[in-house]
């Protein structure tokens, strides 16, 4: 039996309200918020220019350095709490709804590979990308996208090496089911847009597919 706990904003850690989920009334009005996706050049879009053909590409929320939002990615990746990120990615829905990226065919998270999945119990993108689909009422798979190599290790690595890295780090598993479709991609941060970048590059190996990027949390490097 286990202990129940007052629930707590994943932002500021105050005790919520009946009504409220995940996050606080103010937090979720102060929600540092792109506004990307009405954006056409905004700087996730930015990140794949010259280098692999993306459809849109946003955002959610801006990630800074010192912001108390942090603590959501922290809840999310390292704390197994799932209705945060289903919740983050539902609001992430409203945000999308009836613009370009509600027209895709169909939503894949980015995939972990899995010994770092089986690690971790889950992929937290997967829980944004169910979010998600909720609200824009498109299906979503997962599991038609391998990530065949772990690439745990490029934390650290300067921006340059990482673009070098990541080449052939993905696989697709069921080109069937994938072939003709508008796939919107779904992570839960972006940093320089790497992974993205090589997850799109397998699907465009596809017969006329087109991808799509949505990322719960940019994250400015400087
Ligand atoms: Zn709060």
């Not at 309200?17 to 996050?23: A, D």
């Not at 370009?100 to 972990?112: I, M, T």
């Not at 780090?169 to 508008?182: G, N, Q, R, S, T």
């Amino acid at each position: 039996m286990g202990i129940l706990y007052p629930p707590l904003c994943a932002a500021c850690g105050n005790v919520l309200m009946r009504h409220e989920r995940v996050l606080c009334l103010p937090c979720i009005l102060d929600l540092p918020r792109t506004g990307f996706h009405e954006d056409p050049e905004n700087p996730v879009a930015q990140m794949f220019w010259g280098r692999v053909q993306v459809e849109h590409a946003t955002a959610f929320i801006n990630f800074y350095q010192d912001s108390r939002y942090r603590q959501i990615l922290h809840e999310l990746k390292y704390r197994g709490q799932y209705r945060v990120g289903i919740e983050m990615g539902r609001m992430f829905g409203h945000e999308l709804k009836d613009t370009a990226f509600s027209r895709a065919d169909l939503v894949h998270p980015v995939p972990l590979h899995r010994r770092k999945q089986r690690r971790r119990g889950y992929n937290q993108s997967a829980l944004i990308a169910k979010g998600l689909t909720e609200v824009l009422d498109i299906p979503v798979e997962d599991g038609l996208i391998r990530r065949v190599v772990n690439t745990d290790t490029q934390t650290r690595k300067s921006r340059y090496e990482r673009w070098e890295n990541v080449d052939g780090i993905f696989a697709v598993k069921d080109p069937e089911k994938l072939k003709d479709k508008h796939v919107l991609l779904v992570d839960d941060v972006v940093t320089t847009g790497s992974t993205l970048e090589s997850c799109a590059s397998a699907l465009l190996c596809l017969k006329n597919v087109r991808v799509s990027v949505a990322v719960l949390a940019y994250v400015r490097l400087d």
